[in-house]
């Protein structure tokens, strides 16, 4: 036991465990952001989408998907099960990952990532989604997709660490995945009833401000916390990824000032999570001024990207394709472009292999449950809400 004390670091100890809770409270924050956007016959169902990916995605990372994410080895694209159901993941550092906070410690902070992650992706088809699907589907996406790309990315000797693709805290885990990912279902979901021919404006813009301020905040975590200790590269990527959130809100506000004639309340806080998202590959190797240009770039690029869903036609219905797929992919570009460390054809080739292999798997996901469980509730379903049709309840009773 001394020597297990004498190998763990207590200060890196204590800043992964506040991490890994302010990651976990990105969740919550996420769902309050995506229900102030929606109908309010849909609160409820959009909220749960987010809630139950906290219960689901823990059953999955513990029977064996932190396993197939960070476990040893083979061939460089996936993990093995030793470690499944937390066997051998004990209280004693791992080297591999981090040597000086317990094991189970960084297990736990990879957890949260892979709750947020898919909960991200309900964005693009709230509002029509079956539930009893869903479930299967966050199930088959963390197995078959997430812990995958992890792997790739972070795990030992992931194809894609070992050719030097940097992505600190989750652009090409997190956001490029979940957005090519939203591309996909939005496209085999199809659109909403009524969509592009009824308004269809969000109900509660309180509550998506309130969940803008708890998914900014929890970003401290989620970017702080990847530098796996209480030292100086932690204290860097919180500041950049204030900086960069601050400057993405600002960007877009003037962009949709100019193009709009009002700056808007929602406008800002997508922006905000615009700059959080492209900040968050490059966070612990930019400094200041990268970040401000990062932010600047992100607000306005984001802006674009989102209004061209109409364009295009597809129903992304809370922007998850404009803002976490296209912020990311600019943030994995600008660490290319300005960490001394990264190799810009490194960071295309981790960008478009991402991309490719999320929408395609994806997909292949979608069809197999259209096929089996089907993927939307009946037009009556629609019209009546996902509140009532699929969980009996209503959001508001006043």
Known sequence: MNDLVDQINQADTVWILISSALVLLMTPGLALFYGGMVRRKNVLGTIMHSFIAM???????????????FGPDIGHVIGNLTWAGLAGVGLEPNPTYSATVPHQAFMLFQMMFAIITPAL?????????????Y???????????????????????GWLRNMGVLDFAGG??????????????????????????????????????LG???LWFGWFGFNGGSSLAANATAVNAIVVTHISSAFA???????????????TVLGAATGAVAGLASITPAAGFVGPTAAIIVGLVAGMICYVAVNFKTIFGYDDTLDVVGVHGVGST?????????????????????????????????LVIMKVLDLTLGLRVSEEG????????EHGERGYTI
């Open 55 to 69: 219960g689901v995605a823990t059953v999955v990372w513990v029977l064996y998907g932190y396993s197939l994410a």
């Open 121 to 133: 992706i309900t964005g693009a088809f709230a509002e029509r989604f079956k539930f009893k699907t």
């Open 135 to 157: 479930i299967l589907f966050l199930v088959l996406w963390l197995t078959f997709v997430y812990a995958p790309i992890v792997h790739w990315v972070w795990g030992e000797n």
């Open 172 to 209: 090409l885990v997190v956001h490029i995945s979940s957005g090519a990912a939203a591309l996909a279902a939005a496209l085999m979901v199809g659109k909403r009833k009524d969509y592009s021919t009824v308004p269809m404006p969000p109900h509660n813009l309180v509550l998506t401000i």
């Open 212 to 214: 803008t301020g708890l």
């Open 249 to 263: 809100a600002i960007s877009w506000m003037i962009v949709e000032w100019i193009h709009r004639k009002k700056p």
């Open 330 to 362: 600019w943030g994995m570009i600008a660490t290319g472009l300005f960490a001394v460390e990264a190799s810009l054809d490194a960071q295309f080739t981790g960008v478009i292999v991402t991309w490719i292999f999320a929408f395609v798997a994806t």
């Open 382 to 389: 629609e019209n009546i809400g996902l509140d009532l049709c």
